[in-house]
C-alpha cells in the first residue's frame, strides 16, 4: 500500500453526525464504489470511476495539491456508515478572499441530509478558519437535484453561464451560486454544531 503525505500538518471538522478527514490510501476501495455509480458522477467533469487506478491517483495527487493551494479535499465520512463522498474547496483566490466548494455523496445518502450537514462543515472551515469572504458552487442547469440542495442551505442564484463546464465531448450551461460570509452567518449552515481541529494548509489561509 502507498502512503501519500507531504509535511504533517492535518485539519479535521468534526459535527453531529459527519466528519470532514483528509482521504488516504485505504480509503481507495471505498471511493472507487462511491464514485463508480453513474448516478453519482452523471455531471461531473470526471466519472465514473472504471478500475480503482483513478481513485488511486486522485489520492495520490491531494497532498502536493493541498501544499500549492489548489485543492483542499475532505472525506465525508458518517459516524455509522463511514466514508459516503467528498467536499472540498478549490478555485481559490486569497486576493478576493473567495473560493469555490464542490461536493458528492453516494446515492444511499441522498434526501438523508448529509449534504445539509457536509456544507455547514467546510462553510465553518472556510468563513471561520480559512478567512474567506465568499464560496462560490455550481450547478447543471439539468440537475435540479443540485440546484434544490443549494438553494435550501442558504447558497444565492445568481445566473446562468454558457458552455462552461465540459464533460466528455460535451459542453454544459451552469447556474452560478454564492454564499457571501454575512449571509451565512445568519443562515441555517453557521447553526449545525460544527469543530476544526488541526492546522489547514497555510496556502488556504487568507485572513
Known sequence: MRVYSIGAVSV???????SLRYPAA???PRLFELGSDPAVTRFFSWGPYGSPDEPDAYVASLPARRERGDLLD????HREDGPIGVTGISELSARDRRATVGSWIGKPWWGSGANFEAKAL?????FESLGLHRLTAWANTRNGRSQTALERVGFHREGVL????R???VYH????????RAAWERGPLRRVAAEVSGEPPSAFVVG
Open 74 to 77: 475532505f472525506l465525508i465520512v
Open 122 to 126: 467546510i462553510a465553518e472551515l472556510a
Open 162 to 165: 454558457a458552455a462552461w463546464h
Open 173 to 180: 450551461d451552469v447556474v452560478v451560486f454564492s454564499l457571501l
Open 26 to 28: 485505504n480509503d481507495v
Open 12 to 18: 479535521t471538522v468534526s459535527g453531529p453526525t459527519l
Open 167 to 169: 464533460h466528455g465531448d
